[in-house]
């Protein structure tokens, strides 16, 4: 979506228009959204069972856990980056 009408819709009842890449041009068809393929990527999974309910309280090590995972995240995102060929096609 390039840009979002919120006035013009409202005269039809319409919660906003969307103005994208194809539409008006191509009239109905421009909104239909374009294909797209998804790479869906699960990393190892984490075990906090070492920590009991009193760790939550430790500012330290919930800043130190929440920065791990926050990692293993961006590693699986960088990964998908570097794997996919196109945002298209996949």
Same mark, same amino acid.
């Given at each position: 979506?390039?840009?979002?009408?919120?006035?013009?819709?409202? =005269? $039809? *009842?319409? /919660?906003?228009?969307?103005?994208?890449?194809?539409?008006?041009?191509?009239?109905?068809?421009? @909104? !239909?959204?374009?294909?797209?393929?998804?790479?869906? =990527? $699960? *990393?190892? /999974?984490?075990?906090?069972?070492?920590?009991?309910?009193?760790?939550?309280?430790?500012?330290? @090590? !919930?800043?130190?856990?929440?920065?791990?995972?926050?990692?293993?995240?961006?590693?699986?995102?960088?990964?998908?980056?570097?794997?996919?060929?196109?945002?298209?096609?996949?």
């Amino acid at each position: 979506m390039l840009h979002r009408l919120d006035y013009l819709p409202k =005269l $039809f *009842g319409l /919660p906003y228009l969307p103005i994208t890449a194809t539409f008006p041009w191509l009239g109905p068809f421009g @909104l !239909v959204p374009a294909p797209t393929r998804w790479t869906i =990527l $699960f *990393g190892e /999974p984490f075990n906090f069972d070492g920590y009991g309910p009193e760790a939550a309280d430790d500012p330290v @090590l !919930v800043g130190r856990l929440s920065d791990h995972v926050q990692r293993s995240i961006e590693e699986l995102i960088a990964q998908g980056l570097r794997e996919r060929k196109s945002v298209w096609l996949g």
